[in-house]
């Protein structure tokens, strides 16, 4: 498509007096001029979305957001808008004509999703372009990648879905895994994996995918330089989307776990690939590494050219982290322990 | 409202057929119908549903650039009120006295003459605010400017003692806690040092990634998830907030 998703799917809200004397006022915190533009922008962006969430009275707390923290706006480009229970939105300026969408990289992490905010002040106009869950840690993110914004609303109402399911199942069982909506979680030792043992779900990983594809596709640059591994293993297991927008969606989770010899750490490589017949996964599906709070410590998403995804970390022994593969509705979740 | 103008009166389109809303747009084609009918669906839906404001959200898109425009500096103040009064009154009243009624009005009928209505009050407010503060006013340079503007006296160009501040406490470190913190395999890139670095004028993500051979996802993982948190808890207990 040649056109530009804001002529469609965009909606343009005016830039009232109240936001840009908001804008003046912190901006004029700012003794640089560079920074103090950037604050003035990203506070009109804020409250261009702020007030489109008004009109369709979805709450949120503008005053919560590092955006509204005189400290937190100079420490960081700030357009965060907290929506109270979900998270935060980033709410990034643009140029009226840009065709990309500016990033910066501590935006990157732990936010419902990115809203790019077309700002022509000339106009009094600010329009909120589309909406993206995912950037990939992307810096200039097309604005291709941005659905309409009417993916905001639904991305809100499922949020609030998974709540209000996340608040039952802590009724029910008293656990406080939130972010779980409603899936119960089964923990499994990496360390007993590397000491020979295999859990039923789990199966050596090149019975699953392709053995070329596994062998040292894991090892980066550094680890294949420094032979320092002691062990080195890894695992598979099916994981069933089930039917998604017409497809049935079979992938291989695979864990690939390096204890290094030096110390207590293992290095841990994740990747999800295609069981089906096609060698491509399909586009959007996210894998997530969570930490021990159930936060999302890392992303991947992937795009039709993708004949995998991956994600790696590491971490001492016994440390708790959580993975989960999601797929339009479908959610498969994890947790390991090191 | 007995001085409102009559060019565009409310209820010029009484008796417009349900099925043409909005005649302005027939000359468009479907459009009338089509927003007639996005009315009716968006209605059918329970408030606050994502169907509901889905359909508010495609009905504003729609009205874009149909409504009264006017250059007045208080205009985008007046339409943002038309779009509240908008959602809040087009399938229930809740501020007005009758929800909105197609059989009545067009939509653009409609809104304009609410937005006409709030322009008019910012210029009896306008005017009421001159003949008070006439001495505080200063024009800006392109004849706008019709706030006071008191605070247009030159802000000190140095640095705030915010930032200050936060060098003189991220440098002191007095529990080291900032200086133990530290990026993993990188016991160097501390969140001292990188706290001291994103201090404005900061140095890029892209320099620092550089500058320690470390990936910009893991540099501002890093920052957000372990300086962040420890620079807010600062702000607020100097009560920077």
């Known amino acids: 498509m040649s056109l530009a998703p804001s002529q469609h799917f965009g909606i343009s809200l005016p830039i009232t007096t109240e936001f840009r004397l908001v804008a003046d006022r912190f901006a004029e915190q700012c003794p640089f001029a560079e920074k103090a533009a950037q604050i003035r922008r990203n506070t009109l962006a804020v409250c261009a979305v702020n007030a489109y969430l008004e009109l369709l009275e979805i709450p949120s707390a503008i005053a919560q957001g590092d955006s509204w923290n005189p400290l937190m706006r100079m420490m960081s480009d700030a357009a965060d808008l907290v929506l109270p229970e979900l998270g935060a939105l980033s709410c990034r300026a643009v140029e009226p004509d840009a065709s990309t969408c500016y990033v910066p990289p501590e935006d990157w992490h732990d936010r419902i999703g990115y809203i790019a905010v077309a700002l022509d002040e000339e106009a009094q106009e600010a329009e909120l372009i589309g909406f993206a869950t995912d950037v990939a840690e992307t810096m200039q993110v097309s604005l291709s990648r941005f659905g309409p914004i009417e993916t905001l609303v639904d991305e809100v109402h499922r949020l609030q879905a998974a709540q209000v399911s996340s608040a039952d199942g802590q009724a029910e069982d008293g656990q406080t895994d939130r972010g779980m909506a409603g899936l119960r979680a089964t923990l499994t030792r990496l360390g007993q994996w590397v000491d020979g043992a295999i859990s039923a779900s789990w199966q050596a990983a090149d019975t699953l995918v392709n053995p070329a594809d596994v062998s040292f596709a894991f090892r980066s640059a550094a680890e294949l330089a420094e032979p320092q591994v002691t062990r080195d293993i890894s695992r598979a297991k099916l994981v069933d989307l089930g039917i998604q927008l017409g497809q049935s969606v079979r992938v291989a989770l695979v864990v690939h776990v390096m204890q290094m010899e030096t110390d207590n750490r293992s290095n841990i490589v994740l990747q999800v690939r295609p069981l089906g017949d096609s060698p491509y996964l399909p586009e959007g599906l996210m894998l997530y590494v969570l930490d021990e709070q159930d936060e999302t410590f890392m992303t991947a998403t992937s795009r039709d050219i993708d004949n995998y995804i991956q994600l790696r970390l590491s971490g001492q022994v016994n440390e708790v982290f959580g993975v989960k593969v999601t797929f339009g509705e479908a959610t498969f979740k994890e947790q390991f322990m090191i | ?241």
């Not at chain 2, 409202?1 to 009484?14: C, D, E, I, R, Y």
């Not at chain 2, 890139?189 to 404005?200: D, E, F, N, Y």
Request: aromatic share 8%.
């Open chain 2, 1 to 241: 409202m007995g001085s409102f103008p009559a060019q565009h009166t409310v209820l010029q389109h009484m008796n417009t057929p349900p099925d043409n809303p909005d005649g302005q747009a027939s000359q468009t084609g479907k459009l009338p119908e089509a927003l007639f009918r996005l009315v009716q669906e968006t209605c059918a839906e329970p408030p606050g549903s994502a169907r509901r404001q889905r359909g508010l959200t495609k009905i504003i898109r729609g009205l874009n650039g149909q409504l009264w425009h006017t250059y007045d500096p208080y205009y985008a103040d007046a339409l943002q009120q038309t779009w509240i009064y908008f959602c809040r009154n087009l399938c229930e009243a809740a501020t007005a006295d009758r929800a909105y009624d197609p059989q009545v009005a067009k939509l653009t009928t409609w809104l304009n003459a609410y937005l006409k209505r709030r322009l008019q009050d910012f210029q009896i407010a306008e005017i009421r605010h001159r003949q008070t503060t006439v001495s505080n006013m200063v024009r800006g340079k392109d004849g706008e400017g019709y706030l006071d503007r008191i605070d247009t006296i030159a802000a000190a160009p140095d640095i705030p003692p915010l930032l200050e501040h936060v060098r003189a406490w991220a440098e002191a470190d007095e529990d080291g806690s900032l200086r133990a913190m530290h990026i993993t395999n990188h016991p160097t890139v501390t969140a001292q040092l990188l706290i001291l670095k994103r201090l404005p004028p900061e140095t890029s993500w892209k320099a620092l990634a550089e500058e320690f051979g470390i990936s910009i996802g893991t540099l501002s993982s890093f920052y957000q998830r372990k300086c962040q948190p420890r620079l807010r808890a600062f702000g607020q207990s100097q009560g920077y907030l």
